[in-house]
């Protein structure tokens, strides 16, 4: 370069521009973090400064080790390359069969620690954040206490985890649920109210009752019907499709929450609320339900459900509710 000035050569330099360092995956949780009971609606959050969809694998533990291979654990992983998750082997040496795609219907996975369900995975990429829900069942019979366990690697390898977020304990047997009920009427809404008695309840916010099944059917069947669980530990309400296979969603239930909506019904779990009689240990929720379309006149809700350790109060029609 010439001097503007005398004339005279003046230096130069090449500045070069390097990309970025690329930043790990960051891990923002799980819901229910702490909690017990046999099966439950789980919610992960990761996220990522490149964008959730920079996410190539989100791994989830329930185990009583610290470090992998997690033998004798519920241990599996989320792929963004299949939009699937697979599970461990009870070594942690490899999956066993099969894997459950995101917003689709499938078998469980099992292995000798829990049972990922089938039709259950809702995968939501969104900004910087992927979240993902999945249905767990533990196997009961033996007290464990568990440390969960989440780790995330991005496309080029960079990883965060397996750092510990929360305890989740599958507890004791105790004695079962009873006594499903439902109340509501209404054209062509109802407020729903399903409950169970469980001799283990203390009081609204300490219960034993893990999950509480609705199913509104005119045939008596699942399918093309309106079945919705509601998990206690999560305080999350889940609608199944027409298919009664897979889930139409998932919503927290009550403030935060939203509207789930299958071919027969719709579910407004943002005005769920929890219900308790102390004089009888019933736990209930009430929801608004409303009939879609021709699912009108006379219908059968039946009633159900488990409590924290897996002892189940069968499904029994307990209520009519008709609309026009």
């Given amino acids: 370069a010439t001097s503007a000035e005398d004339g005279t050569k003046a230096a130069s330099a090449t500045v070069t521009l390097l990309p970025p360092a690329n930043s790990p ?15 439950t609606v789980f919610k992960y959050e990761f996220a990522d400064s490149n964008g959730a969809a920079d996410i190539a694998t989100a791994e989830v533990t329930y185990s009583t080790v610290s470090t992998a291979p997690f033998a004798n654990s519920c241990w599996f992983v989320s792929s963004k390359s299949t939009n699937a998750v697979r599970l461990y082997n009870n070594a942690g040496t490899g999956f066993v069969s099969g894997q459950i795609v995101a917003d689709t219907s499938g078998g469980n996975l099992s292995n000798s620690r829990c049972s990922l369900v089938g039709g259950s995975l809702k995968a939501y990429p969104a900004g910087n954040t992927l979240t993902l829900y999945l249905g767990i069942g533990f196997a009961t019979g033996t007290v464990r206490n568990y440390t969960t366990r989440l780790k995330a690697t991005d496309a080029a390898g960079a990883a965060a985890g397996y750092s510990p977020y929360g305890t989740w304990t599958v507890p004791a047997a105790t004695a079962p649920p009873s006594s499903p009920a439902a109340s509501g009427s209404g054209s062509p809404s109802a407020q729903l109210n399903v409950s169970l008695v469980d001799p283990n309840n203390a009081a609204l916010y300490d219960v034993d009752i893990d999950d509480i099944q609705t199913l509104v059917t005119k045939t008596g069947g699942g399918d093309n019907a309106c079945r919705f669980f509601y998990f206690a530990p999560a305080e999350m309400i889940v609608l199944m499709d027409d298919d009664d ?32 009689d102390s004089s009888t240990k019933r736990f209930g929720i009430t929801v608004p339900v409303i009939a879609h379309g021709t699912f009108t006149g006379t219908k059968y809700v039946y009633v159900g459900g488990s409590d924290l350790s897996g002892n189940i109060a069968s499904i029994s029609w307990v209520h009519s509710w008709t609309t026009n």
């Avoid at 005005?271 to 308790?276: E, S």
């Fill in 25 to 39: 995956p960051t891990i923002q949780g799980a819901s229910p973090s702490n909690g017990a009971g046999w099966a």
């Fill in 245 to 276: 296979v897979h889930w139409a969603g998932v919503s927290r239930a009550g403030p935060g929450g939203g509207a789930l909506s299958n071919g027969k019904c719709m579910v407004n779990a943002a005005a769920a609320q929890k219900t308790y």
